[in-house]
């Protein structure tokens, strides 16, 4: 157990429908990274928040956002889907900024469009 | 630019050692990982390397780094069948963010 929850662990939806994932990272940790894994483009990173503040941005489409609550949990929002959005979705934690943190991955949400 | 490739498939016998190669093209990579990934798991942590070592052991594993080729291999010793899974290298390049980029990911078979 990596100590990082996410909920739901599945969610099943309609094109054109808005769902929102939910990660909880590790106690004490400040940072959240959220990755999509998809079969034909594989482990892409979204977008990393830390303490509250956005850090990073990756592939994210402009129908996803997301952000991170002062209890530092994070959410994704994920708006106006297509069926091409159903793939995993990870959320990873780790402890601060820098190259030396190591990242903590939950077990994932897995996203399907109908 | 962010590349990670690694081989897509790799087959071993239970007792064999197993060997995952990596290459990346960011040279500015400070830290490289590799995760395993089971099926309906998430993604663990195995081991990582920092970029002015050029090897690590740990138990059963061995990370070994040729900076100057930008290649990265994980071996597995005494290969088991709990070890079937797909392995990913990924590499960061510090500052303020520590994003991994991930490899397209290695599927070890183990066969009994």
């Known amino acids: 157990d990596s100590g990082v929850t996410q909920t739901p662990k599945h969610l099943i939806t309609a094109t054109g429908q808005r769902v929102t994932l939910r990660c909880s990272p590790r106690s004490g940790d400040l940072s959240v990274y959220w990755y999509q894994q998809s079969l034909d483009q594989g482990l892409q990173f979204l977008i990393h928040?830390?303490?509250?503040?956005?850090?990073a941005k990756g592939n994210i489409l402009e129908r996803f956002s997301a952000q991170q609550f002062p209890d530092l949990h994070s959410e994704l929002n994920l708006s106006s889907l297509e069926l091409g959005d159903s793939a995993l979705y990870f959320c990873?934690?780790?402890?601060?900024?820098?190259?030396?943190?190591?990242?903590?991955f939950g077990s994932g949400t897995q996203l399907s469009v109908l | 630019g962010e590349d990670v490739e690694q081989s897509l498939f790799l087959s071993v016998r239970e007792g064999d050692s197993s060997v995952i190669n990596c290459t990346y093209t960011?040279?500015?990579?400070?830290?490289l990982y590799w995760y395993k990934q089971e099926p309906g798991a998430g993604l663990q942590l195995l081991t990582y390397?920092?970029?002015?070592?050029d090897m690590k052991q740990d138990q059963r594993l061995t990370v070994l780094l040729n900076k100057k080729d930008k290649h990265l291999s994980l071996r597995i010793a005494d290969t088991q069948t709990g070890d079937s899974a797909i392995y990913f290298c990924?590499?960061?390049?510090?500052?303020?963010?520590?994003?991994?980029?991930f490899g397209t990911g290695t599927l070890l078979a183990v066969q009994p």
């Open positions: 990924a590499e960061s390049q510090g500052g303020a963010t520590n994003k991994l980029i």
């Open positions: 990873a934690s780790s402890g601060r900024q820098g190259a030396d943190e190591k990242l903590f």
């Open positions: 960011d040279s500015s990579s400070t830290y």
């Open positions: 390397i920092f970029s002015n070592m």
């Open positions: 928040y830390y303490n509250g503040e956005e850090r």
